[in-house]
């Protein structure tokens, strides 16, 4: 079983997400510049074999397209 202060999980969400998740989710992290993670949402989509998701980040409101 995790300590308290183990991290377990990380995940992108989005405001309504949050609501769904309630107060018992006490711990979330806002960021501006959610291009800074493009590269690393395409390297999952990847791992994922979702390989028809890179190219142009289909399917991910607001991210750019890859500049390979």
Known sequence: MPS?????AVAFLT???LS???????R?????NHH?????????DVALG?????PENKG???AKPSRD
Do not use: K, N
Request: zero cysteines; charged letters at 35%.
């Open 28 to 32: 979330a992290y806002p960021i501006t």
């Open 20 to 26: 769904v998740l309630g107060q018992g989710f006490r």
């Open 36 to 44: 800074e993670f493009d590269d690393l949402l395409r390297q999952i």
């Open 60 to 62: 991910r409101p607001g």
């Open 15 to 17: 405001q309504r997400d």
């Open 4 to 8: 308290e202060d183990e991290v377990v």
């Open 50 to 54: 979702e390989t028809d998701l890179v």
